[in-house]
């Protein structure tokens, strides 16, 4: 149950991995189980188990690991340089959005990036709701963004966050609605 925890709360490639090398203890302990008490079932079921548990090991822990640390360093670099300061694609799910009137108005969930030069079209922002039940998804334009390492800010007041419509599950726009008004820069 806790490796499950672990894995299922996503909070990053450690933790990830270190909850498959507690699934590759489990499985291992119940192949033992299996191989003394003649269980074959019980031993070929945890002995594929140790085998894909291995595997998850190897890429939240070795791979993936390795790019989050990478960016990482990317990214802390650049704020001890003269350079533009960065943040990892990655990072940005679960940064807090704040609302012209300093509201916090929900957290970004994915920015759309166009394929012919990069820029982000729009990010979705979820709000309200425990764990995704309940939450309402919004697309917000680029261009109503200011974009910051700790968070985003939103050109408008929560009200104006609040009267964009919702996102369909799985049917997302290519461009955010038009929402007629010009952003009140703060």
Same mark, same amino acid.
């Given at each position: ?14 933790? &990830? ?14 192949? +033992?189980?299996?191989? *003394?008490?003649?269980?074959?079932? +019980? +031993? ?20 993936? =690991?390795? $790019? ?9 670099? %650049?704020?001890? *340089? ?10 940005? #799910?679960?940064?807090?959005? #704040?609302?012209?009137?300093?509201? @916090?108005?929900?957290? @970004? @969930?994915?920015?759309?990036? &166009? ?6 079209? $729009?990010?979705?922002? =979820? ?14 334009? =680029? %261009? ?19 009267? +964009? ?19 009140? =820069?703060?």
């Amino acid at each position: 149950m806790i490796a499950a925890m672990m894995t299922a709360a996503n909070l990053g490639a450690r933790v &990830t991995g270190w909850g498959f090398v507690v699934f590759t203890l489990g499985s291992i302990c119940w192949s +033992l189980v299996g191989f *003394s008490t003649g269980q074959t079932n +019980l +031993l070929a079921t945890n002995g594929f188990l140790t085998l894909v548990n291995l595997i998850g090991i190897w890429r939240w822990l070795g791979r993936q =690991r390795a $790019y989050e640390d990478g960016g990482q360093s990317a990214s802390e670099a %650049s704020r001890r *340089s003269t350079l533009p300061t960065l943040f990892t694609a990655t990072g940005i #799910t679960g940064l807090p959005v #704040t609302a012209a009137d300093g509201e @916090v108005v929900g957290t @970004v @969930v994915e920015a759309l990036v &166009t394929c012919a030069d990069g820029t982000v079209s $729009y990010v979705v922002i =979820r709000s309200g709701g425990v764990g995704g039940i309940g939450e309402t998804l919004r697309a917000v334009a =680029r %261009s109503d963004l200011d974009f910051g390492c700790e968070g985003f800010t939103l050109h408008h007041e929560k009200t104006w966050f609040e009267a +964009l419509p919702g996102l369909a599950d799985g049917d997302w726009p290519a461009a955010p609605e038009a929402t007629g008004t010009t952003p009140a =820069r703060s």
